[in-house]
C-alpha cells in the first residue's frame, strides 16, 4: 500500500502535512509552496532590482560615490532570496517506511540527497508547538517528529495549524511504532508512558506523578500582578508583552526605507515614491501594533472551571480562550519556540496557550505551579 501526499508550504510551514504509517509499506511525497516561492522571486527582483538599476544609473552618470555603498546590500540580500525562492520552487521530499526502516530523499537547487534509517534508531515520537508569526498574521504549528540523535535525521510525520486531533495523532503514531511519547518540556524532552497518554493533569497529579514545587508560590514574581477573584486566580502581565528594545526596532526599521525615499540623492522620483511610500506604509502599521502591545495586557485566570487566556485595555476585556480544568495535559515551561523567551505552555486536545514569554523564570514558575495547585485543589474537592 502506498500514500501520496503533496504538500505546500515548504516542509510542512504554514499548511498541513501527514504521514499514515498505520498499513507500511507508505510512501508520502511533500513539495514547497509554489505562490510561496514565486512571491520570494519576484520579491527578490523587487527588493534587490531598483537599487541595482539605480546604482548602474549613478554609475554612468558619473555620480557614484563612496556613500552609495550602502546600496549594495539590496542586491546582495536580493540574490540571496532569489535563490531561496528557487530552492522552494524546486524543493521535495519522500519519505518512505516499509515497516523496519525509513528513506527520505530531498531534491532541491543543490541536487538530490537521500538517506535511511532503522525504525530501531529513533529515540521517541515527540508533539511541539511553534509560534509563527507574519507581517499580517500569527499562528501556531502542531508537530509531530520521529526524535533521533542526530538531529539532521529527525523526521517530521505530522504539522498543522489546527489542534484538532493534534494529542491522538501523537499518541496513534507512539502505539503504531512502538516509541516512546515525549513532549517538550523545560529540560528538553519529557518521557510519558503509553499507559498515561490519555490522562489529564488532574489524575496524573493524584497518581503522583506530577511535583508541584508549592515554594514557588512564596517566591516574588516580577512582572506579574495577582488577584483573588473569589475562587478565580487572574494573573496579569504588568507590562507589554514584546521587550522595549524589540518595539523601538519595529519603529525605527521603517524609516530606512523613508530615509532612502526622501533624503537619498540622485533618486528618481520612482524610487522616491516606491521607498518612501512603503516606508511609510510599514511605519503605520508598526505603530499601531506597538501601540496595541502598550495599551492591553494579556491576563491568564486560573479557576475550577479551568484556564482562560484574555487580554485586557481600555475597552474591556476579550472574551480569550479557555480549556476546561478536566481537558488540562500538558503543563510545561517551554523554551522550543524561542530559547530567549520561555513562556509557560497550557494544552488540552483542542486548544494551547502560552503566557508569559520572556518573563523571569522565577515568574514563570510561579505560574506554572500556580496552574498546577488550583488543579490539584479543584481535583481534591471534586
Do not use: C
Amino acid at each position: 500500500m502506498a500514500i501520496s501526499i503533496n504538500l505546500g508550504g515548504g516542509g510542512g510551514r504554514g499548511r498541513r502535512w501527514q504521514i499514515d504509517l498505520s498499513s507500511p509499506p507508505v510512501e508520502a511525497h511533500q513539495t514547497g509552496s509554489k505562490v510561496g516561492a514565486l512571491f520570494m522571486i519576484l520579491f527578490s527582483l523587487f527588493w534587490g532590482g531598483f537599487p541595482t538599476v539605480g546604482l548602474f544609473s549613478m554609475l554612468q552618470s558619473g555620480s557614484l560615490g563612496p556613500e552609495a555603498i550602502i546600496f549594495l546590500i539590496f542586491p546582495i540580500v536580493g540574490v540571496g532570496i532569489l535563490l531561496f525562492g528557487i530552492h522552494s520552487l524546486l524543493w521535495r521530499r519522500s519519505v518512505a517506511f516499509d515497516g523496519q526502516a525509513f528513506t527520505v530523499t530531498d531534491r532541491g537547487l543543490r541536487g538530490e540527497k537521500s538517506w535511511t534509517e532503522p525504525l530501531s534508531a529513533y529515540d521517541g515520537v515527540m508533539r511541539s508547538t511553534r509560534r509563527v508569526k507574519t507581517k499580517n498574521s500569527s499562528y501556531t504549528l502542531h508537530m509531530i517528529d520521529l526524535v533521533h540523535p542526530d538531529g539532521d535525521r529527525k523526521i517530521n510525520l505530522y504539522t498543522d495549524r489546527s489542534e484538532a486531533g493534534f494529542r491522538d495523532r501523537w499518541e496513534g503514531y507512539a502505539r503504531q511504532l512502538n516509541l516512546p511519547a515525549f513532549e517538550q518540556g523545560e529540560g528538553g524532552m519529557v518521557r510519558r508512558e503509553a499507559a498515561d497518554l490519555d490522562k489529564s493533569v488532574g489524575e496524573l497529579i493524584k497518581e503522583g506523578k506530577v511535583e508541584i514545587d508549592y515554594d514557588a508560590l512564596s517566591r516574588p514574581a516580577p512582572g506579574l500582578a495577582v488577584d483573588i477573584e473569589g475562587d478565580t486566580i487572574a494573573i496579569t502581565r504588568t507590562g507589554p508583552q514584546n521587550p522595549w528594545w524589540g518595539s523601538l526596532i519595529a519603529i525605527l526599521f521603517p524609516l530606512v526605507f523613508v530615509g532612502i525615499g526622501f533624503f537619498a540623492p540622485d533618486l528618481d522620483l520612482i524610487g522616491r515614491i516606491l521607498f518612501g511610500g512603503v516606508g511609510l506604509l510599514f511605519e503605520l502599521v508598526f505603530i499601531i501594533g506597538v501601540y496595541k502591545d502598550l495599551t492591553t495586557r494579556v491576563r491568564l485566570r486560573v479557576g475550577p472551571d479551568g484556564l482562560r487566556l484574555s487580554r485586557a485595555g481600555s475597552s474591556g476585556e476579550s472574551e480569550g480562550k479557555h480549556i476546561p480544568a478536566t481537558e488540562v495535559e500538558a503543563v510545561v515551561l517551554n523554551g522550543e519556540d524561542n530559547k530567549w523567551r520561555p513562556s509557560v505552555e497550557l494544552s488540552s486536545d483542542r486548544e494551547t496557550l502560552r503566557f508569559g514569554s520572556g518573563l523571569p523564570r522565577v515568574s514563570l514558575e510561579f505560574v506554572m505551579n500556580t496552574v498546577l495547585a488550583k488543579i490539584a485543589e479543584t481535583g481534591r474537592r471534586g
